[in-house]
């Protein structure tokens, strides 16, 4: 992988990757074990990636997809034990975030999580505000279309109460609103286990994104993983919709 490594390294990462982390519990049937093992060993994928860019790529932002608005419809077990393990994640790894300069933010609706985990977050965003090292976003209860639901509200409060006019609303007024307003759009979305779906994850943010598919279901994603996908990610050419420059 190193060489790989290297020349992807050499040819500029993406500023921002976003993951939609899937695949926990079909990895967890493939070795007869029970869903929340697969979740386990997808809390440690998560944990080696993070450490990975940390130390070695120079990615300045990603983000996390660690449970969604729609996962409250799952069995309670198993939306109690994942936010324990989201509230544990983040509770442990807090003093080696501060020491590797990551700077953890959440997006979502914070306030439907339980009150130790609404803690726990606020702990850690607060205590990790100086890191700039990497920005690590977990979206936690997210759904991007409550996201921007949220973000009219916003408007409409602020144009209720005469801090912003009707005719100033924007595209910039919007993301200024949503969940994500101080971090970048998404350059690349990465989504594992072979399913090719948002989910609604970062709908308004991920209109220019590039999307990167594998079957490789989560547990399994390895940094090596990862350089691949960013090196498919060079290879693209992005436009903006405009055209490419034709010579001659
Ligand atoms: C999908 O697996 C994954 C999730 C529901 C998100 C939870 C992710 C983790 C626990 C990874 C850890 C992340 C962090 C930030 C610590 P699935 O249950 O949908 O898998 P399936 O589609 O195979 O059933």
């Not at 990462?13 to 929340?36: C, E, F, K, Q, Y």
């Not at 997808?42 to 996962?71: C, K, Q």
Request: proline share 3%; glycine share 8%; net charge neutral.
């Amino acid at each position: 992988m190193s060489t790989l490594l290297e020349r992807v390294k050499s040819a500029g990462v993406p500023r921002h990757v976003a993951i939609i982390m899937d695949g926990n519990g079909r990895w967890a049937r493939a070795r007869g074990l029970s869903r929340t093992a697969g979740h386990e060993a997808g809390a440690r994928a998560a944990e080696r990636l993070v450490r990975f860019i940390g130390h070695r790529l120079g990615i300045a932002y990603i983000t996390l997809f660690a449970f969604s608005a729609e996962n409250w419809g799952r069995p309670k077990a198993e939306v109690d034990f994942l936010l324990a393990l989201l509230d544990r994640f983040i509770a442990e790894h807090l003093r080696e975030f501060v020491d590797s300069g990551i700077r953890l933010r959440v997006v979502g609706d914070v306030s439907t999580l339980p009150i130790t985990m609404q803690r726990t977050v606020a702990k850690a965003v607060e205590t990790t505000r100086g890191g700039t090292n990497l920005n690590l976003t977990i979206a936690l209860s997210y759904g991007g279309r409550q996201d921007i639901t949220r973000a009219c509200q916003r408007i409409l409060a602020d144009v209720a109460e005469g801090r912003l006019g009707a005719e100033d609303v924007s595209e910039e007024a919007i993301a200024r609103r949503l969940d994500t307003a101080e971090t970048p759009d998404p350059d690349l979305v990465i989504r594992t286990s072979g399913e090719r779906r948002f989910s609604n994850f970062l709908l308004w943010q991920s209109a220019y994104a590039e999307l990167y598919f594998t079957d490789v279901l989560w547990p399994d994603f390895s940094p090596a993983d990862l350089v691949r996908a960013i090196d498919d990610f060079q290879k693209r050419e992005r436009r903006f919709g405009a055209v490419a420059e034709v010579a001659g």
